[in-house]
């Protein structure tokens, strides 16, 4: 959905803080000397990836998507893509998560290789067996499956769970 020009953000501060933060510690971990052979593009062409030209800006340019955490390269080749999922509510189904899945598929790369953080109270339990309800809930299960996945982690988690997710990149490619 694009919003009317002139409209408020959908982006709340504690989304925005959850993803500088996030994009921080990426940054951080990946200036290690053994994460040197990564570097980062912002974006990628739907229509390139696909072959295709239908997605488009309204001035007929190509409609590029921008995750999160960049598009990870390892060696100037895609390796990987990250986003940051910030929910207040259990309503919200994180739809981009599934166009990523897509996406990691066209690139021929395991899903695995989708790094994503899902933040904030949405994603909070509501008892003690550890049950999350709504859309959240669900998608928890989804992305625990198919993708590199943390639910409100503390930074220390996020950047060893990055550091190892950069390494099991490194192990795929270099085999």
Do not use: W
Request: hydrophobic share 30%; glycine share 6%; net charge negative.
């Amino acid at each position: 959905m694009t919003a009317p020009v002139g409209s408020d953000s959908f982006t709340s501060e504690e989304s925005d803080k959850s993803e500088k933060t996030l994009q921080e510690i990426q940054a951080s971990v990946l200036a290690e000397e053994e994460f040197k052979d990564f570097s980062l593009t912002k974006s990628y062409s739907v229509n390139e990836l696909y072959k295709s030209s239908i997605a488009t800006t309204k001035t007929r340019g190509d409609s590029m998507t921008e995750p999160d955490l960049r598009v990870l390269c390892y060696r100037k080749k895609v390796a990987g893509l990250g986003d940051n999922k910030f929910q207040k509510t259990n309503q919200n189904a994180c739809e981009r998560l599934g166009l990523y899945f897509m996406d990691i598929q066209k690139f021929n790369l395991p899903s695995k290789r989708v790094f994503v953080v899902l933040a904030g109270p949405g994603f909070e339990s509501h008892n003690q067996e550890g049950h999350v309800s709504g859309a959240t809930g669900k998608m928890i299960v989804r992305a625990t499956e198919h993708f590199t996945t943390l639910v409100n982690p503390t930074q220390t988690e996020i950047e060893n769970a990055y550091r190892e997710y950069l390494r099991e990149i490194m192990r795929e490619e270099n085999l």
